[in-house]
Antibody, heavy 119, light 110 residues
Framework: QVQLVESGGGVVQPGRSLRLSCVASGFTFSSYAMQWVRQAPGRGLEWVAV????????YYVDSVKGRFTISRDNSKNTVFLQINSLRPDDTGVYYC????????????WGQGTLVTVSS | QSALTQPASVSGSPGQSITISCTGT?????????VSWYQQHPGKAPKLMIYNVSNRPSGVSNRFSGSKSGNTASLTISGLQAEDEADYYCSSYTDSSTVVFGGGTKLTVL
């Protein structure tokens, strides 16, 4: 069965950096786009970024361009999210999600990792 | 990349049907049949319920159905059950090759 396990969250000071990881299993990782979605406490879902199956393309929501970088290592079935210059409004649960046959359909999700930006 | 517009809340009694709307623009919902719907119970990860406007993934009840007209997509849940009480989010592919979510709708089963 498909499993997505995120890690790397925690409490971090504003301005610092963090790298989130998501290890996938149960499917051919190198064949599917992967993405990150975040959810601030008590708020709705916000799509963050997507990376194509072969890392040939990455797209981001405007609000994180220049600060976030999505990458993947197909040899390790892992997708990453590098977050720089963290701000308090980056606080929330970050979910890793697998794209379906069409990447915009997120057919499997991880349990999320909590990032708290606070001094 | 403005969020799609959903009602903040809807409610219905067991056995009834409800519909949740999701309004976008000609840059997303109106131009593509690429609307998805997700169910999220408190403290849990979202679950894909409908993809590409009206398709149900394997294992999702046929009480859930989707449609679209112009810039507005809709999710209908028939035969409401207590377990359907959750937050529901729509999303759409956009002409920037990104995805945009709606603000979410809280469904209460009375």
């Amino acid at each position: 069965q498909v499993q997505l396990v995120e890690s790397g969250g925690g409490v971090v000071q504003p301005g610092r950096s963090l790298r989130l990881s998501c290890v996938a299993s149960g499917f051919t990782f190198s064949s599917y786009a992967m993405q990150w979605v975040r959810q601030a406490p008590g708020r709705g879902l916000e799509w963050v970024a997507v990376i194509s199956y072969d890392a040939g393309g990455q797209y981001y929501v405007d609000s994180v361009k220049g600060r976030f970088t999505i990458s993947r290592d197909n040899s390790k079935n892992t997708v990453f999210l590098q977050i720089n210059s963290l701000r308090p409004d980056d606080t929330g649960v970050y979910y890793c999600a697998k794209g379906g046959d069409d990447f915009w359909n997120l057919d499997y999700w991880g349990q999320g990792t909590l990032v708290t930006v606070s001094s | 990349q403005s969020a799609l517009t959903q009602p903040a809340s809807v409610s219905g009694s067991p056995g009834q049907s409800i519909t949740i709307s999701c309004t976008g623009t000609s840059s997303d919902v109106g131009s593509y049949n690429y609307v998805s719907w997700y169910q999220q119970h408190p403290g849990k990860a979202p679950k894909l319920m409908i993809y590409n406007v009206s398709n149900r993934p394997s294992g999702v009840s046929n009480r859930f159905s989707g449609s679209k007209s112009g810039n507005t997509a809709s999710l209908t849940i028939s035969g409401l059950q207590a377990e359907d009480e959750a937050d529901y989010y729509c999303s759409s592919y956009t002409d920037s090759s990104t995805v945009v979510f709606g603000g979410g709708t809280k469904l209460t089963v009375l």
